[in-house]
């Protein structure tokens, strides 16, 4: 649908097939007693948004349009999200409780009512999650000649082969720990799947040991020899299969099953799964560090020593084994979750590596952008990036150009000085290998390195002291912020001027995300854009009291106040007769603020579209508050990570990129950038591709109620309907053709 049709329509949009949960009351009121817009009946809880957003990750799990073998990676992304969840989210509250000092967000809801309220909604995931292994995912591999067997299922033949790699591989790294009198409870590290063992002596006297099973093995053991399965792999029949079936047995089941070679001459009473999850919400005390990298060094070693949070077990575990974890964990009852299935749904990942492209998504080559694509013969990027700005959507826009502009910074002899932000590179950075070779090319280098990137901290550590070992200039990130922009500059000699060439993107300078993420990017070199560019960088690595950018927004600089005034003005051109439109894209929308805003904007008429793929607390649909707000969540097999705000702006339209969510955490305590895209062919390439599929969503998108319910489009399960990734995809490729 064009985005013209999309902007005047009202609070339409598809017929939607309403669930029938609920998650909070949609706030009554009459036109004569108006609410106050700080009323907290307006605002969704941010923690329960959270869990919502989880419960659409597994609705992927369970969509059967899905190929198989994406549907199981869902279910483990499900797992691993609730892990980050209970580290960070519900560890937070349970500090607020333990030390008194409860804060509220919007919705008011006490952190007290929160953790139960969690509870309750966590609860029904894993019930639903386990449902879906259960009853859909394993029965479907198993049609598929993927076979996940009990131990106790397995052939003699199977077993035999199982307990040859017990022996040879298993065994060797396993370490029982024993628990009595003379030998305190063992640490449980965070994460960790355990076993909890009794077992009874020669003189029938019972104890308990603990077993960690290894996460340095695969979790899913393979019961074929490896040349078997290597030459199963290669016959593939007609319909692409594995000419024999694949087969598979949890790695702590096996363990159990040998448990007695590691206590030899006791008998082996029981034995039964355990999972931990620890605070790992890392608190750094950067006023009073010293060096911030040793403080956080320090950091996050203390996460393995810090609070239980979660208790993971099989609800097969005896009550008398449960109160031993209990008590020496420090955990109550409403800490423990029980499962019918395997614990750690998150290790589902490795089924994802199996060798079966016809149970996953179809592969695609991401696309070199046309813009880059040389005119003449040995020209290089900084020639096509002065004939006009090149915007690259990711993954649909192959990333290695961005990767390559560093590559040919490092080598040209015109090249003065590369300067970076660094916020998770990962473990293989071809970034910064180029970074090493500019230093090695006599480049002067500059690198901002994001040491506080939760749970990025020890990649970050090792890459910021490799460089720093090569001469590179590193900082550590600021005292009090953390430093989310994604920017690199490049000054360049040519002839008698200095030029700046400037990498400005919604994401990470990733090579592994920048094919799972949907992200945005801008190379450049707009004067203007580069000497903002300049007093960013010296702002991040010296002394800056700068508080204005020609062109740049920055947080905790300039970013609020301009953002809120670019929506006030949206405001005022709806009052003054011409049509007001805001569509924002991005992660999440927290803040009180921002959402205040968008209300008194959709009061006014301005109609206001959210893309908003997690968190979202604004109420959209509330009569005289909300009429004019529409929510779309978009879950597909890309991760939407792109942030986009539209201003109609009475016709002359404005477009800023960003890596700011609308949280306070982004808006306030965080280094963040919004750049604009000028370029009016690369606007209307952003207005009526990228946004107007976004809106024009069917298969992947839930449309958000009053409520703070997610419905499905009614014609969601039509492969025809538009599902904008794979539109995109289509897209790209077409533009890469006609080139």
């Known amino acids: 649908m064009p985005l013209s049709e999309l902007i005047t329509k009202k609070n339409g949009g598809p017929a939607i097939?309403?669930?029938?949960?609920?998650?909070?009351?949609?706030?009554?009121?009459?036109?004569?007693?108006?609410?106050?817009?700080?009323?907290?009946?307006?605002?969704?809880?941010?923690?329960?948004?959270?869990?919502?957003?989880?419960t659409r990750v597994l609705e992927e799990a369970q969509d059967e349009q899905n190929p198989l073998l994406e549907r199981v990676k869902f279910l483990s992304i499900v797992g691993s999200n609730l892990d980050e969840f209970f580290m960070v989210r519900v560890a937070g509250l349970k500090e607020q409780l333990g030390s008194g000092a409860l804060e509220s967000g919007p919705d008011g809801m006490p952190p007290g009512d929160e953790l139960l309220a969690i509870r309750e909604r966590v609860a029904q995931l894993y019930k639903a999650g386990q449902d879906c292994l259960r009853s859909q995912l394993?029965?479907?591999?198993?049609?598929?000649?993927?076979?996940?067997?009990?131990?106790?299922?397995?052939?003699?033949?199977?077993?035999?082969?199982?307990?040859?790699?017990?022996?040879?591989?298993?065994?060797?790294?396993?370490?029982?720990?024993?628990?009595?009198?003379?030998?305190?409870?063992?640490?449980?590290?965070?994460?960790?799947?355990?076993?909890?063992?009794?077992?009874?002596?020669?003189?029938?006297?019972?104890?308990?040991?603990?077993?960690?099973?290894?996460?340095?093995?695969?979790?899913?053991?393979?019961?074929?020899?490896?040349?078997?399965?290597?030459?199963?792999?290669?016959?593939?029949?007609?319909?692409?299969?594995?000419?024999?079936?694949?087969?598979?047995?949890?790695?702590?089941?096996?363990?159990?099953s040998n448990l007695q070679s590691l206590f030899p001459g006791m008998e082996i009473v029981d034995a039964h799964p355990f999972?931990?999850?620890?605070?790992?919400?890392?608190?750094?005390?950067?006023?009073?560090?010293?060096?911030l990298l040793e403080s956080v060094e320090e950091g996050v070693s203390k996460r393995r020593f810090a609070d239980v949070v979660r208790l993971e077990i099989n609800e097969a575990m005896p009550a008398e084994v449960l109160d031993i974890l209990l008590k020496n964990l420090e955990l109550e009852r409403g800490d423990v979750y029980k499962m019918k299935g395997p614990l750690a749904l998150s290790r589902l990942k490795h089924l994802h590596s199996i060798d079966r492209p016809d149970l996953k998504d179809k592969v695609f080559v991401p696309t070199l952008a046309p813009a880059l694509q040389p005119q003449d013969e040995g020209e290089d990027i900084f020639a096509a990036i002065r004939r006009q700005d090149v915007l690259l959507h990711h993954p649909f826009d192959s990333f290695q150009p961005i990767v390559a502009f560093l590559q040919q910074a490092a080598r040209d002899p015109a090249v003065l000085a590369i300067k970076i932000t660094l916020y998770r590179v990962g473990r293989n950075a071809p970034v910064v290998e180029a970074l090493l070779d500019a230093i090695d090319n006599g480049k002067q280098v500059a690198v901002v390195v994001e040491l506080k990137a939760r749970f990025d901290e020890e990649s970050n550590i090792e890459w910021a002291r490799r460089l720093e070992r090569e001469g590179v200039h590193v900082v550590y990130g600021l005292m009090n912020l953390k430093v989310h922009c994604k920017a690199a500059l490049v000054v360049r000699q040519e002839k008698d001027r200095i030029r700046r060439y400037v990498h400005l993107s919604t994401g990470n300078y990733n090579t592994v995300t920048?094919?799972?993420?949907?992200?945005?990017?801008?190379?450049?070199?707009?004067?203007?854009?580069?000497?903002?560019?300049?007093?960013?960088?010296?702002?991040?690595?010296?002394?800056?009291?700068?508080?204005?950018?020609?062109?740049?927004?920055?947080?905790?600089?300039?970013?609020?106040?301009?953002?809120?005034?670019?929506?006030?003005?949206?405001?005022?051109?709806?009052?003054?007769?011409?049509?007001?439109?805001?569509?924002?894209?991005?992660?999440?929308?927290?803040?009180?603020?921002?959402?205040?805003?968008?209300?008194?904007?959709?009061?006014?008429?301005?109609?206001?579209?959210?893309?908003?793929?997690?968190?979202?607390?604004?109420?959209?649909?509330?009569?005289?508050?909300?009429?004019?707000?529409?929510?779309?969540?978009?879950?597909?097999?890309?991760?939407?990570?792109?942030?986009?705000?539209?201003?109609?702006?009475?016709?002359?339209?404005?477009?800023y990129l960003g890596s700011a969510d609308m949280m306070p955490r982004n808006l306030n305590r965080r280094v963040e950038l919004a750049f604009p895209v000028e370029d009016p062919k690369l606007v209307r390439y952003l207005r009526d591709e990228v946004l107007s599929a976004y809106l024009s969503e069917v298969v992947k998108a839930r449309r958000m109620s009053a409520d703070g319910t997610y419905v499905?489009?009614?014609?969601?399960?039509?492969?025809?309907?538009?599902?904008?990734?794979?539109?995109?995809?289509?897209?790209?490729?077409?533009?890469?053709?006609?080139?």
């Open 514 to 655: 920048a094919q799972l993420y949907t992200d945005i990017g801008l190379l450049t070199c707009d004067e203007a854009i580069g000497e903002d560019c300049t007093d960013l960088f010296n702002y991040l690595t010296g002394y800056s009291a700068k508080v204005e950018y020609e062109k740049l927004l920055v947080a905790p600089v300039n970013l609020r106040d301009q953002l809120e005034q670019l929506i006030r003005r949206e405001i005022e051109h709806q009052k003054n007769g011409m049509r007001g439109h805001l569509i924002f894209k991005m992660n999440a929308l927290v803040d009180r603020r921002v959402i205040q805003l968008l209300y008194e904007a959709s009061q006014a008429g301005v109609q206001v579209d959210l893309l908003v793929r997690g968190i979202c607390c604004l109420r959209p649909g509330v009569a005289n508050i909300s009429d004019n707000v529409r929510v779309t969540s978009i879950v597909g097999r890309f991760l939407e990570h792109s942030r986009i705000f539209y201003f109609h702006n009475g016709g002359r339209e404005e477009v």
């Open 138 to 256: 394993l029965p479907g591999l198993k049609r598929e000649g993927i076979h996940v067997a009990d131990y106790s299922q397995l052939t003699p033949a199977q077993a035999a082969i199982a307990n040859r790699y017990f022996a040879e591989t298993v065994f060797p790294t396993l370490t029982p720990l024993a628990f009595d009198p003379g030998r305190p409870f063992p640490h449980i590290s965070n994460l960790s799947l355990n076993l909890a063992v009794l077992i009874r002596d020669p003189q029938g006297t019972e104890h308990f040991a603990r077993v960690k099973v290894p996460d340095s093995l695969p979790q899913l053991v393979p019961l074929q020899s490896p040349a078997k399965e290597s030459k199963g792999r290669a016959k593939l029949s007609k319909s692409s299969k594995p000419a024999k079936p694949q087969y598979f047995v949890w790695l702590e089941q096996l363990i159990v």
């Open 712 to 739: 499905r489009d009614s014609r969601h399960g039509n492969r025809r309907e538009m599902n904008s990734q794979e539109w995109l995809i289509r897209q790209s490729a077409k533009r890469s053709a006609s080139s």
């Open 17 to 54: 097939a309403r669930r029938k949960s609920r998650i909070d009351p949609v706030p009554h009121h009459h036109e004569s007693a108006p609410l106050a817009l700080d009323d907290p009946s307006l605002y969704v809880n941010r923690e329960l948004s959270l869990l919502a957003f989880q």
């Open 275 to 291: 999972h931990v999850t620890r605070d790992a919400d890392t608190a750094i005390q950067q006023l009073e560090a010293g060096d």
